[in-house]
């Protein structure tokens, strides 16, 4: 299933963030995807970085660029909880927010914690209709 | 603030928060369905100075949204800001019946 975290994925880089994405992408390349790359990139110098294009797990055409999850691996995170650190992602994307960026997935480590767990959760599978929703009420 | 509501989540990251919500054992909490409301749905990002929906208030003070309550989950934070609310989780239940085993 495109869902499942175990996906294996030719993907180069480590983290099952893309393997999760299905392994269509290594690394979304369309011009969003870019702008964000280069502004996380500037803003927080990480020394990983995964952006991955999951608009179309939103019911979007593939490359709708709307829904992105970006996995940041930066020393600016660094003794930041978790809320701090997504707010620096967040305010370094802010124009992309309040434009066509219509939700942004968000995982910030230091270094440190990367080396120690090279891993980051699937994103949570899309809801829009019905599928395998266990505890509808 | 999420996307639908608890027994009926409109989004798949609005959802993974009813969910972890869950699994703690927590369902008897006040859930805002901004699609419902176009000025919550903005006033509410404006209020939190965060983008995106699901947005998680724990007695009050925002907490983050699907991702953070995700991590909290998994490291054990969760468990213990519930704590500080007085509330038990049940997963704490859950792995004293595993210990029982």
């Known amino acids: ?27 979304a390349g369309g011009p969003l995807a870019r702008t964000i790359r280069a502004k996380l990139t500037a803003a927080l110098q990480p020394t990983h970085l995964e952006v991955r294009d999951d608009s179309s797990r939103h019911g979007g055409p593939p490359g709708a660029e709307t829904h992105f ?4 691996v930066s020393g600016r995170f660094a003794g930041l909880p978790l809320l701090q650190r997504h707010r620096l992602v967040h305010e370094a ?4 927010l309040a434009g066509p960026l219509h939700a942004l997935q968000v995982i910030a480590r230091t270094p440190q914690q990367w080396q120690s767990d090279p891993r980051a959760p699937p994103a949570p599978p899309c809801l829009g209709g019905s599928k395998r929703e266990r505890h509808r009420g | 603030f999420m996307k639908g509501s ?16 869950r699994l703690h054992g927590v369902e008897d909490y006040r859930a805002h369905d901004v ?12 209020y939190s ?3 995106t929906i699901p947005q998680v208030y724990l007695n009050g003070e925002f907490v983050g949204g699907c991702d953070i309550l995700l991590q ?4 054990g ?12 989780s049940a997963l704490l239940d859950a792995e004293k019946d595993q210990e029982k085993k």
């Open chain 1, 1 to 27: 299933s495109p869902n499942s975290p175990l996906s294996c994925s030719p993907s180069p880089m480590r983290g099952p963030l893309l393997a999760a994405a299905g392994g269509a992408m290594g690394g």
């Open chain 2, 77 to 88: 934070d969760l468990v213990e800001e519930l704590k500080k609310l007085g509330i038990r």
């Open chain 1, 69 to 72: 999850g970006v996995l940041v």
């Open chain 1, 93 to 96: 994307l802010r124009a992309e």
């Open chain 2, 6 to 21: 608890p027994a009926q989540p409109l989004c798949g990251f609005s959802n993974a928060v009813v969910q972890i919500l």
């Open chain 2, 49 to 51: 100075n965060w983008p």
């Open chain 2, 72 to 75: 909290m989950h998994q490291n």
């Open chain 2, 35 to 46: 699609l419902q409301d176009p000025d919550l749905r903005q006033g509410i990002k404006n």
